[in-house]
């Protein structure tokens, strides 16, 4: 049966390369942002190269959305197995300037969506016994920062997620992992804004959207009896 990936948060950096990571493995790779038009560059490089992808626009945060979109996939393109969760959220706000609204929405961005896609992920798995759950963490699911309460809070709920799925689904056969990204990433983003970070990339002192993709990639295909639930990814230069 067709290989099936879906990547929630197809982004330019990590989602993609992710996205393109599993189309390279013979995954028929789904990539989701708010809107479909937003993946379409994604959708097109991946088949360039060959691969098979299809782009869906799917708010992460209502429920409705993603319970429709996993078995929009699940009917029409093919079993998921492997589901990928990349949304990130990560605002800087002084504890004093973070409104309501900032928090509630954070948290529904990277942490209720992040649960939503885990349930339905797990919804179709567990019958099939079979299946990889992934989840991209950051620095912040480790310690809050000065600035990051909302950040921080909502990335520690989904690595709590994580572990509880992982508990509940490994001996039903379900794979769950979670990556603590430690550091900046390749991004147009970090360019603009931090140069003299970026300026690191000479010398593989940021992190490499691939390379990333890469070690999602190895712990899909780990054997179960070695499989990995928490990595953590980091520049070799980056102090932890």
Same mark, same amino acid.
């Given at each position: 049966?067709?290989?099936?990936?879906?990547?929630?948060?197809?982004?330019?950096?990590?989602?993609?390369?992710?996205?393109?990571?599993?189309?390279?493995?013979?995954?028929?790779?789904?990539?989701?942002?708010?809107?479909?038009?937003?993946?379409?560059?994604?959708?097109?490089?991946?088949?360039?190269?060959?691969?098979?992808?299809?782009?869906?626009?799917?708010? &992460?945060?209502?429920?409705?959305?993603?319970? #429709?979109?996993?078995?929009?996939?699940? /009917?029409?393109? =093919? @079993?998921? *197995? +492997?589901?990928?969760?990349?949304?990130?959220?990560?605002?800087?706000?002084?504890?004093?300037?973070?409104?309501?609204?900032?928090?509630?929405?954070?948290?529904?961005?990277?942490?209720?969506?992040?649960?939503?896609?885990?349930?339905?992920?797990?919804?179709?798995?567990?019958?099939?016994?079979?299946?990889?759950?992934?989840?991209?963490?950051?620095?912040?699911?480790?310690?809050?920062?000065?600035?990051?309460?909302?950040? &921080?809070?909502?990335?520690?709920?989904?690595? #709590?997620?994580?572990?509880?799925?992982? /508990?509940?689904? =490994? @001996?039903? *056969? +379900?794979?769950?992992?979670?990556?603590?990204?430690?550091?900046?990433?390749?991004?147009?983003?970090?360019?603009?804004?931090?140069?003299?970070?970026?300026?690191?990339?000479?010398?593989?002192?940021?992190?490499?959207?691939?390379?990333?993709?890469?070690?999602?990639?190895?712990?899909?295909?780990?054997?179960?009896?070695?499989?990995?639930?928490?990595?953590?990814?980091?520049?070799?230069?980056?102090?932890?």
């Amino acid at each position: 049966m067709q290989k099936t990936a879906l990547v929630i948060g197809a982004g330019d950096a990590t989602g993609g390369a992710v996205a393109r990571r599993f189309a390279r493995g013979g995954f028929h790779t789904v990539c989701t942002r708010r809107t479909p038009e937003a993946v379409a560059p994604l959708v097109a490089a991946i088949e360039a190269e060959g691969g098979q992808a299809t782009g869906l626009g799917s708010d &992460a945060r209502d429920e409705d959305q993603t319970v #429709a979109l996993f078995d929009r996939i699940e /009917r029409d393109i =093919g @079993p998921l *197995g +492997v589901v990928v969760f990349n949304i990130g959220g990560n605002v800087h706000f002084p504890i004093r300037e973070t409104t309501a609204r900032v928090y509630r929405k954070v948290w529904e961005m990277a942490a209720f969506a992040g649960f939503l896609a885990g349930r339905e992920a797990a919804r179709h798995m567990v019958p099939r016994a079979a299946g990889t759950i992934l989840f991209t963490g950051a620095t912040a699911s480790m310690r809050g920062g000065s600035g990051f309460s909302a950040f &921080a809070a909502a990335k520690f709920a989904l690595r #709590a997620t994580a572990q509880s799925m992982a /508990r509940e689904l =490994g @001996p039903e *056969g +379900v794979h769950v992992a979670h990556a603590v990204i430690d550091g900046a990433i390749d991004t147009p983003w970090i360019a603009e804004r931090f140069p003299e970070r970026y300026k690191l990339k000479a010398e593989a002192g940021i992190l490499d959207p691939d390379a990333i993709a890469e070690a999602y990639w190895q712990v899909h295909v780990q054997p179960r009896s070695a499989w990995t639930h928490e990595l953590d990814l980091r520049p070799w230069m980056e102090t932890f």
